[in-house]
């Protein structure tokens, strides 16, 4: 027996001033889309803008159902419209921001588990890592130069 030791790197910003410019501009659309949330239910509002290499902005928010398991997170809203819009694309860059309207969310907020595997499926398909930033509504912004910093030991094709 031998222990293995999985380690992740992120960068983290203590403000948007001080993210690129680019990323900052990906950001606000992220948080527009946000803005625009169907959460009558949690009342947790999710946005998500997504930068293709074409230079396409695709954009994606929580659509909520009352038969919860119908419901789909921004995440995956953006990730599959690009998909069929700009099918041969490849996602550079998924920018991330999370509120609840019961509560102040200033901490970060990492795609749930579901999120993470559709990301990871999509940087096995294009065979190239997603750069993802995510907060809350305000605060710190964490960037992860990969899925794979959030998704150690993923599932995907290889295993089929």
Sequence with gaps: MKDVKIESVLTVYDTLEELPEGIVSLMKKASEARLNAYAPYSKFLVGAAILLD????VI???QENASYPSGLCAERTAIYYAGAKFPK?????MALTAGSQMQATTSPIPPC???RQAI???EVKQDTPIEIYFMGETGKIVKSNSLANL???GFDRSFL
């Design 60 to 62: 994606g928010n929580n």
């Design 151 to 153: 998704l150690p030991l």
């Design 54 to 57: 074409n230079g396409e902005v």
């Design 113 to 115: 588990g579901a999120c």
């Design 120 to 122: 990871a499926e999509y």
């Design 89 to 93: 694309a490849k996602i550079v860059t």
